[in-house]
């Protein structure tokens, strides 16, 4: 059994709501960034509660909408909050929302995250965009959840962030005076805040950021065949590597003063893609 018939049915009900609006790029917010998202002409604003087969969302800072309008001319989907493993979900379950904005006609993923820091070069407040990432959640969405309707079994992950859009994400940063720099993000499955051993381990194998989400979208959307553009905003340094304790207090408020910033990047991004 796969998940398509779930797809389907979401994907009917959206485009009975929506009259079949049709976005071509998708943005997912991360942790507390939900009020950085342009202002969005013909907006219309679904609950995940209300669409069929979605999941919700149960972490603080994630609003938990689905919102679709148009910028300067471009249609977009907005995933105001995402879902997480930690929260119980199961893995494959993850693939449903960017499995349903594929079907309703998304070509770009716009994937954004906040994220802690393992290099010293990114400090709270800077603007990571992805090159790579490292899955060390363990688990795959992918797994046991195939049907040739989302693209091949064996998906390629050669180029999981799009170069051409990582280059435009680096340079309206720049442009902006946003403190910026490329990076592989190393994801794993919290909820637990890593110690430090682990993120020392982190770095050796290459990690520059460290989340616990990100990567399961990405590998679902590069299926899909999606273009994707990784945006991690660095809220904190990592364990070991701060020198106070790590709460989702202080990612919640730190994204506060990280809005403003990301709001800026989208405005200038998405009429370039």
Request: hydrophobic share 45%.
């Amino acid at each position: 059994m796969t998940q398509l018939k779930t797809v389907e049915t979401a994907v009917k009900f959206i485009n009975k709501k929506t009259n079949n609006f049709k976005p071509e790029i998708a943005l997912i917010t991360g942790s507390g960034l939900a009020g950085s998202v342009p202002e969005l002409k013909n907006k219309i604003v679904l609950k995940y509660s209300d669409i069929p087969g979605f999941l919700k969302s149960t972490v603080i800072g994630h609003s938990g909408n689905l919102i679709f309008g148009v910028y300067k001319g471009k249609k977009i989907a907005v995933m105001q909050g995402r879902f997480h493993y930690y929260e119980g979900h199961p893995i494959q379950a993850l693939a449903i929302a960017v499995r349903v904005l594929g079907k309703l006609g998304v070509k770009t993923l716009l994937n954004s995250g906040a994220v802690g820091s393992l290099n010293a070069k990114l400090k709270p407040g800077a603007l990571c965009v992805l090159k790579d990432h490292i899955n060390f959640m363990g688990v795959n969405p992918l797994v046991n959840n195939w049907d040739a309707a989302f693209g091949p079994m064996f998906s390629d992950m050669s180029a999981a962030y799009t170069p051409a859009l990582t280059k435009k994400a680096l340079i309206v940063a720049k442009q902006n005076k946003i403190a910026c720099g490329l990076g592989v993000y190393i994801a794993v499955s919290g909820p637990s805040f890593e110690t430090p051993a682990e993120i020392q381990a982190f770095k050796k194998l290459g990690a520059d950021v460290v989340g616990m989400s990100v990567a399961p979208e990405s590998i679902v959307a590069r299926q899909l065949g999606m273009q994707i553009c990784g945006l991690a905003w660095v809220t904190n340094l990592a364990s070991g590597i701060s020198k106070k304790p790590l709460s989702h207090k202080e990612t919640l408020a730190e994204t506060k003063k990280i809005e403003g910033k990301f709001k800026k990047i989208l405005e200038d991004l998405i009429p370039k893609i």
